[in-house]
């Protein structure tokens, strides 16, 4: 399920939204922002680490919608996206942080996007296999 250009455009323009208010001279510490989505009504809400609500977007495609993976797949493409384009690179914010989809309950469901200089997330797929190979290797080492 994709959201419509028209969607992902109001998705990515409530996250600048949210962006903007962390473009000051001052460095601003935020640990993550976190990203909420009500399967019923198809509303996200971004909030800070203290709950302040920064930005807010009806999302009509995820109305009805209760499938957590479908909202991490495109929240990560969008993210990613306006990273690749710099977006993210003016905000004056002490690194890292990071982007959270959470539940209702504002419990943690998965990292969205990490933003730290010196940090490289790997992504599942990279890692596919690797407790196999790693066993095989083990068992070989100790055969020696």
Not at 79 to 93: A, R
Request: charged share 35%; no cysteine.
């Amino acid at each position: 399920m994709s959201l419509s250009r028209e969607t992902q455009n109001r998705l990515q323009d409530a996250i600048e939204k949210m962006a903007r208010n962390y473009v000051t001279a001052e460095e601003t510490k935020v640990t993550d922002f976190h990203i909420k989505v009500n399967g019923e009504n198809g509303d996200l809400s971004i909030h800070d680490d203290d709950g302040n609500a920064l930005a807010r977007v009806h999302i009509i495609e995820w109305e009805g919608v209760h499938n957590e993976e479908i909202f991490e797949k495109e929240l990560r493409s969008t993210l990613g996206k306006m990273q690749e384009k710099g977006m993210f690179e003016s905000l004056n914010i002490a690194k890292p942080y990071s982007f959270v989809l959470t539940d209702d309950d504002d419990v943690s469901i998965v990292d969205l996007l990490i933003i730290d200089d010196d940090t490289l997330i790997l992504s599942e797929d990279l890692l596919a296999g690797f407790d196999e190979e790693m066993n095989e290797f083990l068992k070989q080492l100790l055969e020696e």
